[in-house]
């Protein structure tokens, strides 16, 4: 189970993979300047006209291909989602969002191509091998606990049993096919499969948490929506390992976990 959750921390937390991506090149269209190319891209004019043999940003010719510097691009595969895209480049989903102006409507389809702005700020990589030397974070181990009849939680639990290992966070046990509900007002910024955790909800609630809500055989709700607190979010379903009604309840505030049972209610 610990190699299980320490797969998924990575995929909630950290980028492990650098992707290498295409030279990108840019057609001009008439109306369009150095300054608003550079802008559309996030890349420096200075350096866009350095690459380009560019000394009059004047004179700039529709029609003429343009190489951009340190642009990206990702075709979008099937399941993926902007949350997760921006996740994995480091950047903010906004960040995404501007780059290719798609409105907060925008329906991601699988096969888009979509361009990756640079991230700035500097961002502490670590790198990922299979292996007994495999470098992740040290594992957090914390005691089983019994269930606080005063806490509310997604799922009416059972039991409550903290996870140990690479992942911090409880796994409630629950009845299947019970409404997993969130516990707070938010946006669904992920809403899909993920290999070994069912089907996971993930809610960005104000003050930088994300709530996640993992091990779901059904979901009822999508990238985009907006909850509440007691909003059905999907069905518990059975863990594949455990074959028993299990709800995986995660907490973070940035990249930081925190205790569920001390996570802000709604």
């Not at 559309?40 to 043999?53: A, P, Q, T």
């Not at 529709?62 to 691009?73: F, S, V, Y």
């Not at 055989?217 to 007691?230: A, N, P, Q, Y």
Request: aromatic residues 8%; positive net charge.
């Amino acid at each position: 189970m610990n190699l299980r959750y320490g797969v998924f921390y990575l995929f909630l937390v950290i980028s492990a993979a650098v992707v290498c991506a295409e030279e990108t090149v840019h057609i001009v269209q008439r109306g369009e300047t150095i300054y608003s190319i550079a802008r559309s891209y996030s890349v420096n004019s200075e350096e866009l006209m350095k690459l380009n043999g560019i000394t009059n940003a004047q004179k700039l010719q529709i029609g003429r291909r343009l190489t951009i510097p340190g642009a990206r691009e990702h075709r979008v595969a099937q399941g993926e989602t902007l949350y997760g895209i921006a996740r994995r480049y480091e950047i903010t989903v906004q960040a995404l969002r501007n780059a290719n102006d798609l409105s907060n409507k925008y329906i991601l389809k699988e096969g888009d191509v979509l361009r990756i702005p640079r991230n700035e700020a500097k961002v502490e990589r670590v790198e990922v091998s299979v292996g007994k030397d495999t470098a992740i974070p040290p594992p957090v181990s914390v005691p089983e606990r019994r269930v606080d009849a005063a806490i509310r939680w997604p799922v009416a639990a059972k039991e409550v049993v903290y996870m140990t290992g690479k992942l911090y966070g409880v796994v409630l046990m629950g009845e299947k096919s019970e409404a997993v509900k969130s516990l707070t007002q938010g946006t669904i910024v992920s809403a899909g499969p993920y290999r070994g955790f069912g089907r996971v909800a993930i809610v960005q609630v104000t003050g930088g948490y994300l709530y996640v809500y993992g091990g779901c055989e059904s979901l009822s709700v999508k990238e985009g929506d907006r909850v509440v607190s007691g909003t059905e979010l999907g069905r518990l379903g059975i863990d594949a390992v455990s074959k028993k009604p299990q709800l995986f309840f995660l907490v973070y505030r940035g990249a930081t976990p925190i205790d569920p049972a001390k996570a802000p209610r709604a």
